[in-house]
Nanobody
Framework: QVQLVESGGGLVQPGGSLRLSCAASGTIFSIKAMGWFRQAPGKQRELVAT???????DYVDSVKRRFTISRDNAKNTVYLQMNSLKPEDAAVYYC?????????????WGQGTLVTVSS
């Protein structure tokens, strides 16, 4: 079964850092874009950052210069380094990827990992 498994969420104080990881497992031949979304209570899911297979990145304005997305293609893993965290960054973070499998191209979502920013 092809799936994305996230890790790294937790409780952090304002100004602190966290690193999220998301690994794709199963029979995967290729992964195109990978990204991170987040959803806070009562709000719509929003795109936080994306990275192409070639390493080009894009960020929502609110996280620029604080968050860094990266990927390890050999490990089918995408990371999100989050620095200078603010209370408004608190949300469930989901990774997303377009993967080529035995069933063709699929869009996958992780199960979500909770990030809490509070003193």
């Amino acid at each position: 079964q092809v799936q994305l498994v996230e890790s790294g969420g937790g409780l952090v104080q304002p100004g602190g850092s966290l690193r999220l990881s998301c690994a794709a497992s199963g029979t995967i031949f290729s992964i195109k874009a990978m990204g991170w979304f987040r959803q806070a209570p009562g709000k719509q899911r929003e795109l936080v950052a994306t990275i192409t297979i070639g390493g080009s990145t894009d960020y929502v304005d609110s996280v620029k210069r604080r968050f860094t997305i990266s990927r390890d293609n050999a490990k089918n893993t995408v990371y999100l380094q989050m620095n200078s965290l603010k209370p408004e960054d608190a949300a469930v973070y989901y990774c997303n990827a377009e993967v080529f499998t035995l069933r063709g191209w699929l869009e996958l979502w992780g199960q979500g990992t909770l990030v809490t920013v509070s003193s």
